[in-house]
T-cell receptor, first 109, second 112 residues
Framework: ELKVEQNPLFLSMQEGKNYTIYCNYS?????LYWYRQDPGKSLESLFV?????AVKQEGRLMASLDTKARLSTLHITAAVHDLSATYFC?????????FGQGTELSVKP | KAGVTQTPRYLIKTRGQQVTLSCSPI?????VSWYQQTPGQGLQFLFE???????NKGNFPGRFSGRQFSNSRSEMNVSTLELGDSALYLC???????????FGPGTRLTVT
């Protein structure tokens, strides 16, 4: 059974600190997505990672993909309150997205 | 380009009733997928439609069904509603060339 596991599931950070969210998955996939979800809202696409070694950065967020280790990371640099949200990784299996449990991030001043 | 739209945005139904949700994809997109989000089970794939045909299906009971029209708009139907069907239902559309899915705002269904 395909599993996508994120850790941590809850993350309370102070502004200005760095942290990493991990996403492990159990089967081969050539495409991984990161999404952001604010409370009561839909999913906002952050990154699409297409190949082994892919690294993408947008503002204070950087995502990477290691297909051999079946691992993706979402690194947060110098966190700010506006980054408070739930972050999901999702693995694409023939057009079907399998999501991780989500990481609820809270950034406190 | 307009994004994915879903109607209604909020819905309250009673156990045993049925409900129909609608999704209009981005113009030119022929693939529409549906996902259910609950606090307990997280985000789960329901089904995907492409050119009016179901192309992929998740592990949901037969009470959950869908269809797609020639204009690519899709509807999802849930019959004999149960309390556990309370969820945020998201649809996503995808273009023919890409594989990225673009999500709509969702329909919040509450079953009482």
């Amino acid at each position: 059974e395909l599993k996508v596991e994120q850790n941590p599931l809850f993350l309370s950070m102070q502004e200005g600190k760095n942290y990493t969210i991990y996403c492990n998955y159990s089967t081969t996939s050539d495409r991984l997505y990161w999404y952001r979800q604010d409370p009561g809202k839909s999913l906002e696409s952050l990154f699409v990672l297409l190949s082994n070694g892919a690294v993408k950065q947008e503002g204070r967020l950087m995502a990477s993909l290691d297909t051999k280790a079946r691992l993706s990371t979402l690194h947060i640099t110098a966190a700010v309150h506006d980054l408070s949200a739930t972050y999901f990784c999702a693995v694409d299996i023939i057009g079907k997205l399998i999501f991780g449990q989500g990481t609820e991030l809270s950034v406190k001043p | 380009k307009a994004g994915v739209t879903q109607t209604p945005r909020y819905l309250i139904k009673t156990r045993g009733q049925q409900v129909t949700l609608s999704c209009s994809p981005i113009s030119g997109h022929r693939s529409v997928s549906w996902y259910q989000q609950t606090p307990g089970q997280g985000l789960q794939f329901l089904f995907e439609y492409f050119s009016e045909t179901q192309r992929n299906k998740g592990n949901f009971p037969g009470r959950f069904s869908g269809r797609q029209f020639s204009n690519s708009r899709s509807e999802m139907n849930v019959s004999t509603l149960e309390l556990g069907d309370s969820a945020l239902y998201l649809c996503a559309s995808k273009g023919d060339r890409g594989r990225e899915q673009y999500f709509g705002p969702g329909t919040r269904l509450t079953v009482t």
